[in-house]
């Protein structure tokens, strides 16, 4: 069983800059997709950021790339999305969600990130981003 954490919301102006963790306890080997995701007021959930733990590659959907970075402290079992310049429309609640999988499949990947195949999630963490 896994269990996921997040922590490090809160709220900012535009421009400003949050960093977001997820801590990770149970058993998470090297095979795990762990991906972020952010529903907006009245709006779907969506993925906007996955990274495979077994070679640290990370893709980013278009609204947060160039501005989103995710990093992973494998001492802490954390895996940190930090968010730069940030701006109203990212206003959401942001959720980290676990699914163990092979790097490349095509529900963890930017181009498409299905909730529904994750079947491990924190509570949320909310990000506030005021103009």
Not at 57 to 66: A, I, N, Q
Not at 71 to 81: E, G, Y
Request: glycine share 12%; charged share 15%; hydrophobic share 30%.
């Amino acid at each position: 069983q896994v269990q996921l954490a997040e922590s490090g919301g809160g709220s900012v102006q535009t421009g400003g800059s949050l960093r977001l963790s997820c801590a990770a306890s149970g058993y998470i080997n090297d095979n795990y997709c762990i991906a972020w995701f952010r529903q907006a007021p009245g709006k779907e959930r969506e993925g906007i950021a996955v990274r495979y733990t077994s070679d640290g590659s990370s893709e980013y959907v278009d609204s947060v790339k160039g501005r989103f970075t995710i990093s992973q402290d494998n001492a802490k079992n954390t895996l940190d999305l930090q968010m730069n310049s940030l701006k109203p429309e990212d206003t959401a609640m942001y959720y980290c969600a676990a699914v163990s999988t092979y790097v490349g499949n095509y529900y963890c990947s930017a181009g498409g990130i299905l909730e529904s195949k994750f079947p491990y999630w924190g509570q949320g963490t909310q990000v506030t981003v005021s103009s």
